[in-house]
């Protein structure tokens, strides 16, 4: 019986009885030592009835370094199921886990993988996942286990963690435990202690104060030799654990000390060890029969991670060097876990050791646990008594951290680094590491200069890598809307001697010349390079990114999204998670200044959720600016104010500016959607006013001309219109023509060019372009008494806009038909595709196209049973009973 904690016990209850009935759920119960994290979770286990499969794993203090040594504890009894998985998440897995050679995978894929291991054990059942004490798993594990925590859906899944308060569960809701109340605390030890007096009662009730374990432990301790001074509660636990481990004599502690050195629970591996040091089997025995450990068949575990701690701690320090020595001559065949006792048991620099380490860490690192390559290169840089090549493990350590997201880790990593004698290759690497990071988590401009000086420092011996880190500045100050930086970056760039560097110094001079106003010359040579980069391989995805932006930023949006398109199947067919919301965010601003608004939502709404499980800040921003935007477009204004007003109170001063012109401009469609044109016009006003080249916002711009022409004050538009004709001429496409003679016959109330206009937006498939000036014209043919053809262009651009969910602009059209005497005017109509949330519309998208549950789940980084579940709801909703009839519908 759990004494205090039936609130806790009806909440893990009720997630135990919802994934009886297929949902899933996870959650992190946090507390101080004793406080009965693990009863909870025992107490789950026998809550989970017949039918159940509970798997288990517990984090353990000295094997927290051991690339995925938790994940495999956990997902050891399903691995008989892995060849199951698609073959990227069978690859990532096996290689992970030592069951394949590992291809050096995305790290994120491996959390995709163990998602559908355990949807897949969840076709017989519930499933239940016991992590326990996950303040000590390896962080691979614990970023594999906490991503697919995050991306539960309908399988019929738990995953429950416990772990101390230093435990950080990122996004996964958390259960605070605390002291027991006095009557539970008296009702557990007068279970447990019946025999006390009233006086030891009354102390072992304020000693322990609410605390579980220890009401279970004082009465057996000797607490009169405490010290003058109170310890904190969890010490005195451990100390009164340190006095029973005296108790039993040197043979049992030196027995209990490798126990808990060794971090696997390998009995074989403990008893021989034992032997090797000169103690025996009954040596152990002592220790199990004072309660102190537990032995299951060849397992063997302390009874409570603080009688393990006391256990290595109570011990000399020549004991504990001594056993970590005895323990790496018995792991001889397992060179990576000998390395770290080895390491474990040096006084000092020790290159053997050092470079052992190294070893265990590239082993790590092919299996995609960076975050323990990391963590071994650290301990070895420390072991290595040569500067140079201390300095060389540092940066490399430096360099693993930042590419395992562990950023606090990478920069105190880097603030070491700095401090040796690093030569210009080295400097150069921490510099670039920090300025990756500055990028996506802190200050633009730091992470621009970063760059400059990284390049600076190998720009004669290395060119190559220093055009990439002037490439990365370029991109940087861009983004920051920084044009003398971009300038800086590509002057620099010019100055390197190479003949490996013709299309990176091309990809930078067109935006440098739009930038400097050379518009035709700068769209001509961006065209070019696009054009070129379909001759670059895939596998250079930064580059094939960085191109597919640049057709995006002069509105040559159908060729940018063909190659983000290929770019995004890359991604997903190859598991390359963490590229997905950079390409995504990019994709789906493109779907909507096409005019697809619920491919730009679906993709933006993936992005946004993959960016904030895998720790990208930065690109949940670009997703949420284009949901913004989408979100002004619909006319839910509710939404674009909390994500946009969200964004830009909480950016700092070098904020991404294409992100907060974004919001601004959303909240400035808002308005001109809702006719509050004069608060449109201010507002884009002042994003024109931006120095920078804007490209594909020359859209912008046609929206600055309406709202100029709506408020019937059109020379609030004559710099924007200028701006216009110069980028249609140089662009010299049926869009940009379009939105040219839109401007222009807006402005001159000339209904010839606006219905040259809509010829043009057809032809360039600018659906949301063309029902805006069919709006605009019908309302002018109307003022103009030609009356019949007012209402033909406004039902075109009503049934336009209803087709979009553009509301508000659905609604303007449905004013002028009335006012132009249209009898009936349609309400409006549930869309087939609006009634869908954006993740079903697009798991019914490719359901419609005959692929297998299966295959969407790998396309979506889903589990299959999460797939089947939005099916499960999406059915009812359109209308059809299966597949087949799915497949008739046209879901726009």
Known sequence: MLYGRSREMQQIGTLLGAARNGRSAALAITAEPGEGKSALLNAAAEQADTGWRILRCSGVETESELPFAGLHLLLGPALDRIDQLPEPQFKALGGALGLCRADGADRFLIGVATLTLLAELSAEGPVLCLIDDAQWLDQSSSDALQFAARRLGAEGIV?????????????????????LDANSAAALLGERWPALSSDQRARVLGDA???????????????????AE??????????????????????????????????????????????????????????????????????????????????????????????????????????????????????????????????????????????????????????????????????????????????ERALRLAAAAEQLPLGPCERSRVLGTRGLIEFEHGSLRRANLL???????????????????????????????????????????????????????????????????????????????????????????????????????????????????????????????GWYPAVGCTLATAELIMGRLREAEITAVQSARIAADIGQPGRVAGAEAVLALVAALQGDGERCRELAERNLRSAPGDYNAIDSTHFDWALALLDLGAGRYEHALTRLEALHAIDMARGHWIDLLNDLVEAAVRLRKPERADAAMAEIEEWAAALDTPWAEGLLLSCRGMLRGDGELLAEAIALHQTADRWYDYARTTLFYGGWLRRERRMNEARTHLRQALDTFDRLGAAPWAEHARTELRAAGEGTVPEPTDDVAAVLTPQELQVVRLAATGATNKEIAAQLFLSPKTVGHHLYRAFPKLGVSNRVELARLRIA
């Open 159 to 179: 995953m429950l963690f416990a772990g101390r308060r230093d435990f950080e569960p990122h996004g996964l809701p958390e259960l605070r435990l605390g002291p």
């Open 209 to 227: 104060a609410g605390n579980p374990l220890a009401l279970m432990e004082f009465p057996r301790m000797n607490r009169d030799a405490s010290p």
């Open 230 to 407: 109170p310890l904190p509660l969890p010490r005195r636990l451990q100390t009164g654990y340190e006095r029973q481990i005296d108790e039993l004599g040197e043979a049992a502690r030196m027995a209990m000390l490798v126990v808990a050195a060794e971090e696997t629970g390998d009995l074989d591996l403990v008893l021989r060890t034992l032997h090797l040091l000169g103690y025996s089997a009954e040596d152990l025995a002592i220790a199990e029969n004072a309660n102190m450990v537990s032995i299951t068949g060849q397992n063997l575990t302390f009874r409570h991670p603080l009688k393990r701690s006391a256990a290595y701690h109570s011990s000399s320090f020549t004991q504990r060097l001594a056993v970590h020595a005895a323990i790496a001559t018995v792991l001889a065949d397992n060179p990576v876990r000998a390395a770290w006792h080895l390491a474990a048991a040096s006084t000092g620099p020790d290159e053997t050791v050092a470079a052992a380490l190294e070893s265990a860490a590239e082993q790590a690192r092919e299996r995609t646990g960076h975050a323990a390559a990391a963590a071994a290169l650290e301990r070895a840089a420390r072991l290595t008594p040569d500067p140079a090549a201390r300095a060389r493990r540092l940066v490399l350590a430096v360099e693993t951290a930042g590419e395992a997201g562990h950023t």
């Open 451 to 577: 760059m400059i000086e990284a390049a600076d420092q190998v720009a004669e011996l290395e060119p190559e890598r220093a055009a990439w880190y002037l490439i990365e500045a370029g991109r940087v100050a861009f983004t920051a809307g920084d044009a003398v930086a971009c300038h800086v970056s590509y002057d620099r760039l010019l100055a390197l001697d190479s003949n490996e560097l013709t299309l990176p110094i091309s990809a930078i001079r067109g935006p440098i010349m739009l930038i400097d106003g050379q518009i035709a010359e700068g769209i001509a040579l961006i065209r070019a390079n696009v054009e070129l980069s379909r001759f670059v391989p895939l596998e250079m995805i930064s580059l094939r990114l960085a191109l597919a932006l640049q057709a995006a930023l002069i509105g040559d949006m159908s060729i940018a999204r063909e190659h983000l398109v290929e770019l995004a199947d890359m991604v997903r067919d190859r598991g390359m998670i």
